[in-house]
């Protein structure tokens, strides 16, 4: 991707980023502690490491560098938030996560991500009509379990999503993606609230740059949920190993065309 990480955050204005957004300073810490956690990680790891130590003076420009993760999100942020201020009725949030779609420990670098994007445009082509815009990422966690079993990574997909009504996407959507044991709410829809922080806010997440375990914990009321818990190294290193190969176009997903929203179409 052709794109001048530096430039594009500095033209954002970074005060209207809600309160939790990363500070510079916080990326560099991630970035130091990644560094760290793929010196254990082999050959292809050391290497990661070295070119994510030499980022600062110029983008390293990997997918998986918090500093240069964090210049993009300003910029994606931004970028999608003005879009959606022009028309901003009838957006939703739509996640994703396929039954069939998880890999081992060791095992994250088979993901074939370029074959789920495919399968899920032609799955919107085939509901909505012409003026469907989707724009959104893949997201990772690692899903623990309580029974024994080893834990699987779980890539699934978090889109904004602007065109038909939130049955009309649950339904039309939901029938390619059913549930299981481990995905008992395979897709979820929701409207969006409109003001300018949530904009951002909602933006910002559909390329998110933090990723964890989710871990089964039996909530206050004795209903079984799921928590957060921090990635291990090794684990870190993976997901980062996937992540730099994968790159910003090949982790971010598109739909639909409009000449006023260039980010759909950028290469
Ligand atoms: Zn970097």
């Known amino acids: 991707m052709k794109f001048d990480f530096r430039g594009a955050a500095l033209k954002v204005n970074q005060e209207d980023f809600p309160a939790g957004f990363e500070s510079s300073r916080e990326a560099r810490i991630a970035r130091q502690r990644l560094g760290t956690a793929l010196e254990q990680g082999g050959e292809s790891g050391r290497r990661l490491a070295y070119l994510l130590g030499n980022c600062g003076l110029g983008p390293c420009r990997s997918a998986a560098c918090p500093t240069c993760r964090r210049h993009f999100r300003l910029w994606w942020g931004s970028e999608i938030s003005k879009y959606v201020a022009i028309d901003p009725d009838y957006w939703f949030t739509v996640s994703i996560v396929p039954q069939d ?60 999503f602007q065109g038909g009504a939130k049955n009309q996407i649950e339904r039309s959507l939901g029938r390619y993606y059913p549930n299981d044991d481990d995905t008992p709410r395979p897709i979820v829809v929701t409207p969006q609230r409109t003001n300018d922080e949530d904009r951002i806010k909602t933006a910002t997440y559909s390329f998110k740059s933090s990723f964890y375990q989710r871990v089964p914990i039996i909530d206050r009321r004795g209903n079984a949920d799921t928590e957060k818990r921090p990635l291990e190294q090794a684990q870190e290193a993976e997901l980062a190993l996937l992540l730099h190969r994968q790159g910003y176009l090949g982790r971010i997903i598109r739909y639909g065309r409009d000449d006023a929203f260039p980010l759909l179409t950028m290469r």
């Open 101 to 160: 779609l998880f890999f081992a420990i060791g095992e994250l670098n088979r993901f074939n991500w370029d074959h789920i994007k495919d399968r899920l445009r032609k799955q919107i082509a085939r509901n909505f009509a012409g003026d469907v815009i989707a724009v959104g990422a893949f997201d990772y966690a690692l899903q623990i379990f309580d029974d024994g079993r080893h834990p699987k990574w779980r890539p699934h997909i978090y889109l904004l």
